[in-house]
């Protein structure tokens, strides 16, 4: 019995050392990924609440796989946000953003895209060198850029993460806090990180409805956006009670399945011809 345990327990082994050859870390899997040009682009359109006109997208990475699978950035962007890869990885949805939309924005000066960046991004100056290299002989303009910087995770490094948002608005960029009202900066952080736009979270949106008086998170949020001088986006906005609220609250601008899911580039691209944008 003891020769059969072990036969057995060698085979188990055998088996498992296989599979871990087979399957590589989650770090190389990306690496993979960004070799072959999987991550790819989506772009959820914004609409300006005042106008009901088109005013931009943000960028939305997805991951195409091989057999066609479209994968999420739940799937994988936390993995590319700890280990660095992140930078490569937004670095190549900059070139591919400007390959799909140059020459629909070369036209359009006033139209925006937003890309996300993360906690990584503010650490050094690689960012400010990228956008700086990617976007200054571009069809589309750094002035036409949006870089957002999530709340969720802390910025440690204040000083540098103020001098890179310094350098990003130099080159022309406009500058987003992302996730407003769910993390750690606060809002004094507003203030001294000198930020241009705030982007306020869908979990404060999700709860609006026809008899809503107030939404006190969303009402201190646009409220000393406007007494800083900055303009709010709300996101994830599904109902027309809705845009009724935030239009009447002081939002500038709005996205959210009520208007469009992140759509492939042709779909995009279809929608800014047809909605006649700014
Ligand atoms: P986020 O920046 O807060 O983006 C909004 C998320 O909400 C997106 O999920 C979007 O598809 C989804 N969404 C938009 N409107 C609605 C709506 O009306 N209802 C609902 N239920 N959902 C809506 P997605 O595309 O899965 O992205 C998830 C998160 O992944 C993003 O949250 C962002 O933090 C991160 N992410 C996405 N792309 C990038 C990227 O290129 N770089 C980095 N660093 N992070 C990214
Ligand atoms: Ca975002
Ligand atoms: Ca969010
Ligand atoms: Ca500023």
């Known amino acids: 019995a003891l020769v059969a345990m072990s036969i057995f327990a060698s085979i188990v082994l055998g088996v498992a050392v296989f599979i871990a050859r087979q399957r590589p870390s ?23 609440l005042n106008t009901g006109r088109l005013e931009g997208c943000e960028v939305l990475v997805r991951r195409r796989r091989r057999d066609g699978t479209i994968q999420s950035p739940a799937a994988f962007i936390a ?15 900059m070139r591919l953003t400007i390959d799909d939309l140059g020459a629909c924005y070369a036209r359009r000066r006033g139209m925006s895209v937003a890309f996300n960046l993360c906690a990584h991004h503010f650490t050094n100056d690689q960012i400010v060198r990228d956008v700086e290299a990617i976007f200054a002989e571009s069809p589309i303009s750094p002035s036409q850029l949006i870089l957002e910087v ?19 608005q130099a080159v022309g960029a406009k500058v987003a806090l992302d996730d407003a ?17 705030v982007k306020i979270d869908k979990l404060f949106i ?7 008086k107030n939404a006190p998170i969303v009402d201190s949020l646009v409220d000393l956006a406007k007494k800083l001088g900055m303009s ?11 845009v009724n609220y935030l239009r009447s609250h002081g939002v500038d601008s709005a996205q959210g399945y009520l208007f469009a899911p ?17």
Not at 31 to 47: H, N
Not at 79 to 93: M, S
Not at 181 to 197: E, N, P, Q, V, Y
Not at 206 to 212: E, F, R, S, V
């Open 181 to 197: 009202g769910t993390g750690h900066s606060g809002l004094a952080m507003l203030h001294r990180l000198g930020m241009d736009i």
């Open 26 to 48: 989650a770090s190389d899997d990306i690496s993979q990924g960004l070799r072959a040009g999987e991550f790819i682009p989506y772009y959820q359109p914004v609409i300006n």
């Open 232 to 242: 709010v986006i709300a996101e994830g906005v599904e109902t027309l009670d809705q």
């Open 150 to 168: 999530t709340e969720r995770f802390p910025l440690d490094d204040t000083a540098t993460a103020v001098r890179v948002i310094a350098d990003l």
């Open 79 to 93: 993995q590319a946000e700890a280990d660095g890869q992140i930078v490569p990885l937004t670095r190549q949805l």
């Open 262 to 278: 992140p759509l492939p580039a042709a779909s995009y691209i279809a929608l800014v011809e047809a909605m006649g944008s700014v």
């Open 206 to 212: 999700d709860p609006i409805q026809a008899d809503t």
